[in-house]
Nanobody, 123 residues
Framework: QVQLVESGGGLVQAGGSLRLACAASGLSSRSNARGWFRRAPGKEREFVAASSRMMNTYAADSVKGRFTISRDNGKKTVYLQMNSLKFEDTAIYYC?????????????????WGQGTQVTVSS
């Protein structure tokens, strides 16, 4: 049974930083692409960043230059380093795994999802 568990969310002031982590179990860490998505209040869930099985990365324009995705295959964990946080980054952040191993920004490619972790940025 595949499980993805996010951690590291919390309350932070605008301009601050947070590091999210997503630990996987029951999953081949090296063969899956891993992604981060978020759902802001009253909005649809949207793509944030992803890492392919070859460790290529891609981030949405809204977070490019501020957020960095990385992964530790040995620990089956993917990270999202978030710097220069803005009020509009407030959302529930979800991690996901895509068995194709290729970066996709569309949610439908991801078969496995975590429960989410809340990030709140105060202005």
């Amino acid at each position: 049974q595949v499980q993805l568990v996010e951690s590291g969310g919390g309350l932070v002031q605008a301009g601050g930083s947070l590091r999210l982590a997503c630990a996987a179990s029951g999953l081949s860490s090296r063969s899956n692409a891993r992604g981060w998505f978020r759902r802001a209040p009253g909005k649809e869930r949207e793509f944030v960043a992803a890492s392919s099985r070859m460790m290529n990365t891609y981030a949405a324009d809204s977070v490019k230059g501020r957020f960095t995705i990385s992964r530790d295959n040995g620990k089956k964990t993917v990270y999202l380093q978030m710097n220069s946080l803005k009020f509009e980054d407030t959302a529930i952040y979800y991690c996901a795994a895509d068995p194709s191993g290729v970066i996709h920004a569309y949610q439908s490619y991801y078969d496995y999802w975590g429960q989410g972790t809340q990030v709140t940025v105060s202005s």
